[in-house]
């Protein structure tokens, strides 16, 4: 049999935040490339995502290659033994440079374990009042750790505006349902074109589409129909589409709300439009 026929990626005639990916991870074509086709398919912003000490100030410059792509400041949890205070230092005194526009990506991630469990949870709570301290909001990891995740962001309920995103959500309905009645967004990628991954369908059903974010967390988890190359956020468009379907909602609906969506999250109290 051939191979499946990839379809020509859709261009929409709204525009649409990429609200998580890593652009110094890709490695397929030039970065300028990558950021035209994106505004070919009218991608009007684009946040790239910082996760290690190494890679804070790769982000910071990375802000600055284009009008239109912003940037986080943040630790992994994967990365959360290499916290020192000086990584303390370096995100607080970027925290509100002026393409800034997020703590993250930060959280706790039980399934690899990379880092300690117990310092995972400190260098969480660190950041998470980082994010406070400067009304940022942040962009949350958490993976087979959906318990201590609530716990964790219940300690600072009354001095962080819950303002932010779980973004690649594959957990369980309890932290869904958790987060979305405090207020936070769930972001979701190529996972949810997945066929194997009707349980993030399931979060995306019980998701109002006014807490809603789409991302690709690009260069991994590549939606149908381009899955098995690297992802890029021009695959963006794809992740709408299955969105609108799995919510039997209008393709514009979906693109509208995600906007504002993401503007309220990410804007609301920073950098204007490019």
Request: glycine content about 4%.
């Amino acid at each position: 049999m051939g191979k499946k026929k990839r379809r020509d990626i859709p261009v929409f005639d709204r525009p649409i935040i990429e609200t998580h990916c890593h652009l110094d991870y890709l490695k397929d074509r030039p970065l300028s490339e990558t950021l035209s086709e994106a505004q070919r398919v009218n991608i009007e912003r684009v946040i790239t995502i910082a996760v290690s000490p190494d890679n804070l100030p790769t982000v910071r410059e990375l802000t600055q290659s284009a009008p239109f792509v912003y940037g986080t400041q943040g630790i992994h949890p994967h990365e959360a033994e290499t916290w020192t205070d000086a990584v303390d230092t370096e995100i607080n005194h970027h925290a509100r440079d002026e393409k800034i526009v997020a703590i993250g990506e930060i959280g706790l991630d039980y399934f690899y374990d990379h880092s300690d469990r117990a310092t995972q949870q400190d260098v969480f709570r660190r950041q998470l009042q980082i994010a406070a301290d400067h009304d940022q909001p942040v962009v949350i990891h958490s993976r087979e750790a959906d318990e201590d995740t609530i716990a964790i962001l219940k300690e600072f309920e009354t001095i962080q505006k819950r303002r932010g995103v779980i973004h690649s959500f594959t957990s369980g309905p309890e932290l869904a349902r958790y987060a979305l009645d405090n207020g936070w967004s769930l972001g979701f990628n190529g996972i949810s074109t997945f066929k194997k991954a009707e349980s993030v369908r399931d979060i995306i059903r019980m998701t109002p589409i006014d807490q809603l974010l789409l991302e690709t967390d690009s260069p991994f988890l590549t939606p149908d129909p381009y899955r098995g190359r690297e992802n890029a956020p021009f695959y963006i468009p794809f992740i709408a589409e299955n969105v609108a379907n799995v919510k039997d909602l209008s393709l514009e609906t979906v693109l509208e709300t995600t906007y504002q969506n993401s503007l309220r999250t990410f804007f609301e109290n920073g950098p204007q439009a490019a």
